[in-house]
């Protein structure tokens, strides 16, 4: 199984970035897959998810309206669009998978991780 983040950077305030998680080793269609940051000092923060069977997405509160999370079956990957970043958004961006077991995105950090992506907002 692989879980491949890329896409991360710089960006300035209001600027905006497109991750990539490129997925392998399991049945993409059958996983709620999505993305979680990692701040030094805090703890782990679930960003967004996405049942990719059906495309409902979850959205965590501090992200609504500026990020979109989205799919691609024929790649088997997920893209996160991220909009109107601040520098709170600072962190390692790493994507994760859990099979779809009909609980939606509830557990999706708990499956499989892949390493991060830097993501670095200038202020």
């Known amino acids: 199984v692989q879980l491949q983040a890329s896409g991360g950077g710089l960006a300035q305030t209001g600027g905006s970035l497109r991750l990539s998680c490129a997925t392998s080793?399991?049945?993409?269609?059958?996983?709620?897959i999505g993305w979680y940051r990692q701040i030094p000092g805090k703890e782990r923060e679930g960003v967004s998810c996405?049942?990719?069977?059906?495309?409902?997405?979850w959205y965590g509160d501090s992200v609504k309206g500026r990020f979109a999370i989205s799919k691609d079956s024929s790649k088997s990957t997920v893209y996160l669009q991220m909009n109107s970043l601040q520098p709170e958004d600072t962190g390692v961006y790493h994507c994760?998978?859990?099979?779809?077991?009909?609980?939606?995105?509830?557990?999706?950090?708990?499956?499989?991780r892949g390493q991060g992506t830097l993501v670095t907002v200038s202020s």
């Open positions: 994760a998978a859990d099979a779809d077991y009909g609980l939606g995105c509830r557990d999706f950090m708990s499956g499989y």
């Open positions: 080793g399991f049945t993409f269609n059958r996983y709620a």
């Open positions: 996405i049942l990719v069977r059906d495309g409902t997405t």
